[in-house]
């Protein structure tokens, strides 16, 4: 049976424990602040490739605040186990309701009626914007990062007297990427195709090296990332995006990123994320593959389980809401569009977006002294007078 985390680099006041019976799952979690019972409790999810780990250097901030920190591994990640890691598995186990489900169950397992907040970063955004959106009686504040939410699928409205409208023809968004020079794919439905997991967990750098080069070339270490709005979802708009998202047609995950690999001058400054840390990720991902992570992809690029989801077309949040990013994330940006409709429409009670100088998409880990603070700022901001 699979043991609790241990590494030297997990922060003095985090343990590693399982949560059983949560929804099929045997559910691993990091905590801070489980000394003291009664604490408001603060859930944070992670995002691709990511874990419960990647939250470490908050968790311990969050707690001398006064808060219960929990970050669990999600279904298809690290030490959870009980998911369906084949291609040709359950793919339904992955869509976004039984995530929903996982992480309502576990609130429920750790004895809570409602959390003061959940955050979500990257994968783990639209997780804890849907959990707000769908239990707004258990997540009373929820914060979003690096992954703008576009809200709930639409349900065509006033169409009954209209003619029915016919399918449209014609090239699609990825014939247009691939007829760009050079020729380019989104990286969304390749992270969906079979080859995808070989392709990382066979790559020829190892999956350490590789790790280390896609974490560096999405951060703000990579001084190439300048995001910026895009015009519209439009092959020529989304061509001006690093080809760690708009891959360049013939070539793997590895190899887009290989070229952008950190010296090791570059390596050992990388305080925030160090060898050894990065060392947790690589054993994990050599354990456990990509696939489960990968399969939360597939779930999006199918669109199987998009029509269950207009159940809740023309719902808004309406709890406080907030997100941060880092300023070199280009994530926040990467669907035309989002970024204004979650701040204008989606989210009706924002009381704060905040971008983060010296971050790329790993905000929480490479500036965690300012997201801490961040959060915690919105966090009275959101309390109850």
Not at 64 to 84: E, I, K, M, Q, S
Not at 191 to 210: K, L, V
């Amino acid at each position: 049976m699979i043991e609790p985390l241990s590494t030297p680099t997990l922060p003095r006041g985090i343990r590693s424990r399982f949560v059983d019976n949560i929804n099929g799952l045997r559910m691993h979690l990091l905590e801070a602040g489980f000394e003291e019972k009664g604490r408001p409790c603060l859930l944070l999810l992670h995002g691709f490739p990511e874990l419960a780990y990647s939250w470490r250097k908050v968790m311990v901030p969050l707690a001398a605040a006064g808060y219960h920190v929990v970050a669990p591994d999600l279904r298809g990640y690290g030490r959870t186990t009980g998911w369906d890691g084949d291609y040709d598995g359950d793919l339904g186990s992955f869509r976004m309701l039984n995530i929903v489900r996982d992480v309502v169950g576990l609130v429920s397992a750790l004895g809570y009626r409602s959390v003061a907040g959940v955050a979500g970063h990257d994968y783990g955004s639209p997780v804890s914007a849907w959990c707000t959106l769908i239990r707004p009686d258990i997540f009373r504040t929820v914060t979003m990062m690096s992954a703008p939410f576009p809200g709930p699928p639409s349900i065509p409205f006033a169409t009954a007297d209209k003619p029915a409208t016919p399918p449209k023809g014609g090239p699609t968004i990825h014939d247009d990427l691939a007829a760009l020079t050079p020729p380019r794919k989104h990286y969304h439905w390749y992270y969906s195709t079979r080859p995808a997991n070989a392709d990382m967990m066979q790559c020829r750098e190892g999956i350490h090296a590789f790790l280390r080069a896609y974490y560096h070339h999405k951060s703000a270490d990579w001084k190439a990332n300048k995001p910026h709005k895009l015009e519209g979802w439009i092959a020529s708009e989304l061509g001006k995006m690093p080809t760690y998202y708009i891959m360049e047609l013939d070539k793997t995950m590895p190899q887009s990123v290989a070229p952008h690999m950190p010296t090791a001058a570059e390596i050992a400054a990388c305080k925030w994320l160090t060898d050894d840390e990065l060392a947790v990720y690589a054993a994990e991902y050599g354990r456990t593959t990509f696939q489960g992570g990968l399969n939360l992809y597939r779930v999006r690029t199918s669109g199987r389980f998009e029509t269950e989801l207009e159940v809740f077309a023309g719902r808004t949040i309406d709890q406080p809401s907030c997100f941060i990013s880092g300023r070199s994330d280009w994530g926040t940006y990467q669907a035309p569009g989002v970024f204004e409709r979650m701040q204008g429409t989606i989210c009706t009670r924002m009381l704060a977006c905040r971008l983060v100088d010296g971050a790329g998409h790993w905000v929480q880990q490479e500036q965690p002294e300012e997201t801490a603070r961040l959060l915690l700022e919105f966090l009275k901001k959101a309390a109850p007078a």
